[in-house]
């Protein structure tokens, strides 16, 4: 699964400490996420999702080609 939730935490000003203070996680995770290294939970992704006030559908996506 590939996201841009770097991109939208850029364009709002946050740094990765907002946000990860925000969504309640470490600022590694938030690396994680945005380094494609780690999947948030449904409810994570939510959490995000609402804060950057968009459709999780635009914020996480899958990738064209691979499996499930």
């Known amino acids: 699964m590939r996201n841009i939730v770097r991109q939208l935490r850029k364009q709002a000003g946050l740094r990765q400490e907002d946000l990860a203070r925000a969504l309640g996680v470490s600022r590694q995770t938030v690396i ?4 494609d290294k780690y999947n948030p ?3 994570l992704a ?5 804060l950057l006030k968009l459709p999780v559908e635009e ?4 990738e064209e080609g691979k499996s499930t």
């Open 59 to 62: 914020i996480f996506f899958l």
């Open 41 to 43: 939970t449904l409810e």
């Open 32 to 35: 994680a996420i945005e380094n």
């Open 46 to 50: 939510m959490k995000i999702a609402r």
